[in-house]
């Protein structure tokens, strides 16, 4: 794809949806996305309300959607652990819940046996009201605005969008991903985006846009590394940083754990410093909008270097 292809596409990434989704998803009509929680008067859990606006964006730009079923529990409220901690495991007479991964998938033209996957968790915490602005609405409506801009747009390689879950238990992209190893899917890369733009108060304060990308093998590294060249190369403005996890963590270790090791994170912070992270203040009215759009516009701008290149060489 010619250099000014891929920025005439991020150039088309436009901050008012993605405001107007995180609002939707994290205010109003939705103050949460759970599945113990149901707007009065409605005849759906918020999650499901959720489940319908993701369905009907990705339906609507043209790509192909499957929900696949996962057995799930919320979680418990423990006020005796520390705020933005306050969950505990939930317990055997504790009810069951059918949650949902969405999927959104476009077969590649050239190497469709190649998948690109990018996920993002869509269901706020289910232990406390949190409207779940940052955590992970932000994410949620980063990849829903990156399949819109790719309405038209006829892949090299296979794209598949998956929207999973995370604030109940067990999560829902294990079973994405150990589906996806049953099959023997060729997933070459995946980008998980949660938390994008997500920051300490002095950040905040000090106008920072910053961009964490953290990655858990060696098969990713060149994947981190390749969200730091193509914000350079676009002069998208992020402030970006590399990072090198411990063990496989979040919906990306969920891919590394079935034997995806080329998965990342791109997160506003590590360790994540958002100080309404897990409580009742995460809000989109705390958004930085602005640093939301330059995220996803890197996100896409890598995208689109995967599906025209492959895979980085390790």
Same mark, same amino acid.
């Given at each position: 794809?010619?250099?000014?292809?891929?920025?005439?596409?991020?150039?088309?990434?436009?901050?008012?949806?993605?405001?107007?989704?995180?609002?939707?998803?994290?205010?109003?009509?939705?103050?949460?996305?759970?599945?113990?929680?149901?707007?009065?008067?409605?005849?759906?859990?918020?999650?499901?309300?959720?489940?319908?606006?993701?369905?009907?964006?990705?339906?609507? /730009? $043209?790509?192909?959607?499957?929900? *696949?079923?996962?057995?799930?529990?919320?979680?418990?409220?423990?006020?005796?652990?520390?705020?933005?901690?306050?969950?505990?495991?939930?317990?055997? *007479?504790?009810?069951?819940?059918?949650?949902?991964?969405?999927? $959104?998938?476009?077969?590649?033209? @050239?190497?469709?046996?190649?998948?690109?996957?990018?996920?993002?968790?869509?269901?706020?915490?289910?232990?406390?009201?949190?409207? $779940?602005?940052?955590?992970?609405?932000?994410?949620?409506?980063?990849?829903? #605005?990156?399949? @819109?801009?790719?309405?038209?747009?006829?892949?090299?390689?296979?794209?598949?969008?998956?929207?999973?879950? #995370? #604030?109940?238990?067990?999560?829902?992209?294990?079973a994405a991903a150990e589906q996806c190893k049953r099959r023997g899917d060729n997933v070459v890369a995946v980008l998980n985006q949660d938390g994008l733009g997500g920051k300490s108060r002095e950040d905040a304060e000090a106008g920072g846009k910053p961009l964490v990308t953290a990655y858990t093998l060696e098969d990713g590294r060149r994947l981190a590394e390749l969200m730091g060249e193509v914000n350079a190369a676009?002069?998208? $403005?992020?402030?970006?940083?590399?990072?090198?996890?411990?063990?496989?963590?979040?919906?990306?270790?969920?891919?590394?754990?079935?034997?995806?090791? /080329?998965?990342?994170?791109?997160?506003?912070?590590?360790?994540?410093?958002?100080?309404?992270?897990?409580? #009742?203040?995460?809000?989109?009215?705390?958004?930085?909008?602005?640093?939301?759009?330059?995220?996803?516009?890197?996100?896409?701008? /890598?995208?689109?270097?995967?599906?025209?290149?492959?895979?980085?060489?390790?």
């Amino acid at each position: 794809m010619p250099h000014d292809s891929v920025r005439d596409l991020i150039s088309r990434v436009a901050q008012g949806r993605l405001a107007r989704d995180v609002y939707h998803l994290a205010k109003a009509p939705l103050p949460f996305r759970k599945l113990n929680y149901t707007v009065p008067g409605h005849s759906k859990c918020t999650l499901y309300e959720a489940d319908d606006l993701i369905e009907a964006e990705l339906r609507r /730009a $043209g790509w192909a959607v499957e929900k *696949e079923a996962v057995q799930v529990q919320a979680f418990r409220h423990d006020a005796s652990r520390p705020r933005a901690h306050q969950y505990s495991s939930p317990q055997p *007479e504790d009810p069951w819940y059918t949650a949902y991964n969405v999927w $959104g998938r476009r077969r590649g033209s @050239r190497q469709p046996d190649e998948v690109i996957i990018l996920c993002a968790h869509k269901d706020s915490q289910s232990w406390v009201d949190s409207p $779940g602005a940052y955590d992970n609405a932000v994410g949620t409506a980063a990849d829903l #605005e990156i399949a @819109r801009v790719l309405a038209d747009y006829e892949p090299h390689r296979s794209v598949w969008f998956l929207f999973c879950n #995370e #604030e109940h238990t067990p999560w829902t992209s294990v079973a994405a991903a150990e589906q996806c190893k049953r099959r023997g899917d060729n997933v070459v890369a995946v980008l998980n985006q949660d938390g994008l733009g997500g920051k300490s108060r002095e950040d905040a304060e000090a106008g920072g846009k910053p961009l964490v990308t953290a990655y858990t093998l060696e098969d990713g590294r060149r994947l981190a590394e390749l969200m730091g060249e193509v914000n350079a190369a676009y002069g998208i $403005g992020l402030t970006h940083s590399v990072v090198k996890r411990g063990f496989a963590n979040d919906d990306d270790g969920s891919f590394v754990k079935a034997g995806y090791g /080329a998965a990342i994170v791109n997160i506003g912070s590590f360790p994540y410093a958002d100080p309404n992270y897990h409580i #009742e203040s995460d809000t989109p009215e705390n958004v930085d909008m602005e640093n939301l759009h330059m995220s996803v516009q890197a996100v896409l701008a /890598a995208l689109l270097r995967l599906d025209r290149d492959g895979p980085p060489a390790p």
